[in-house]
């Protein structure tokens, strides 16, 4: 374990400032039996001269072992105290790496994960029912197109609800009408994502936008994908409405950010966290903070890394974007605090 060369450091400098107040000990008792030598020396006059300077002597070694003693001490103490310290950053680098790899996993299984939303949204646009339903909104086809969105959330249950809208905005039909029924007059025109998802060129663009609370939906925390329904379906056809994707962003990140490999011993003094490029939280381990908290993350403009703050050590890892889904810069945060 990385934690022992501190731990060997530490039972270094015990014994050694034992070791030399051991001999600092000797050396103050061997003084003591040399003043009561000087002494009974003196008493005994002419005959005790000879051994008065055999106790001098005595005095005058303890003096240079404590000296001695003394000088060690110092030294070992600017080894040791060096010897701590890399160390430390022995340790932190060891387990920054770490922290960092397991961001970068965390947030590539994100990225992954929403690539196949953004490829869903298109997917679905095309459905037959969800153009009837735009092409000649009758309470039929709204009806069948409810039904159609209905089935896809049985299939897909990462999704929260998807949503139909016309060129105004409006809501025509949607997948939760029971659990959601706010939706039904919903009007989406002021949406980020629904007028890019309406400007869109052709059938291969998308909109997304960062995690948010959907209101109709009991202000849950979704990320939305949408794209453009288009005449006949088709790629090049005329935008007539737009479909959104709400995905259960609480439910999913959730599972992501406690999913991290940590052993027992680590998870309690470990935070995994996913931030926006803002660096806003939106999704912790510890359930604090979302959408409140900005993590004063301090990346000095690199992809992937780690540092030390104190006695934690924090890695992270930007989004790397997984094939046509180039990632909205979205990081992988781990923070851990050092200990065994």
Known sequence: MPERVMTLAQEVS?????????????????????????????????????????????????????????????????????????GTELVADIYGRRLSDLAFNLIEIMDRNLYERSCDVRWWATDAAVV???????????????????????????????????PRG???????PARFPRVAQANVADQDWFRDAMAGANGDHFAVSDVSRAAPCDDRLVATY???????????GRAIGVIGIFFDWETQARTVVKGVRLSEKERD???????????????????????EERFPL??????????????TVIG?????????????????VITQRLGK
């Open 269 to 291: 003094r470990t935070r995994c966290l996913i931030v926006d490029a803002t660096h806003r939280v939106i999704a912790a381990s510890d359930g604090v903070g979302i959408l």
């Open 14 to 86: 015990a014994i050694a400032n034992q070791q030399v107040a051991d001999i600092q000990n000797v050396t103050r008792r061997t003084k003591i039996l040399a003043l009561n030598a000087l002494i009974e020396a003196a008493r005994a006059g002419e005959h005790g001269a000879g051994f008065s300077v055999v106790a001098k002597e005595i005095n005058h070694i303890s003096n240079e072992i404590d000296q001695h003693a003394t000088r060690l001490t110092e030294l070992l103490d600017q080894r040791l105290t060096a010897l701590n310290h890399l």
């Open 298 to 311: 301090k990346t000095s403009d690199q992809a992937i890394g780690h540092y030390r703050e104190q006695d």
């Open 170 to 176: 409006n809501v025509l039909a949607s997948g939760r």
């Open 226 to 236: 949408a794209a453009a329904v288009r005449t006949g379906g088709r790629k090049d």
């Open 132 to 166: 009837a339903a735009l092409r000649n909104p009758t309470p039929i086809e709204r009806a069948e197109a409810t039904r159609r969105l209905g089935v896809i959330l049985d299939a897909y249950t990462v999704y929260l609800d998807l949503w139909i809208c016309d």
């Open 316 to 332: 992270f890892a930007k989004t790397p974007g997984y094939e046509t889904y180039p990632g909205l810069g979205w990081l992988g």
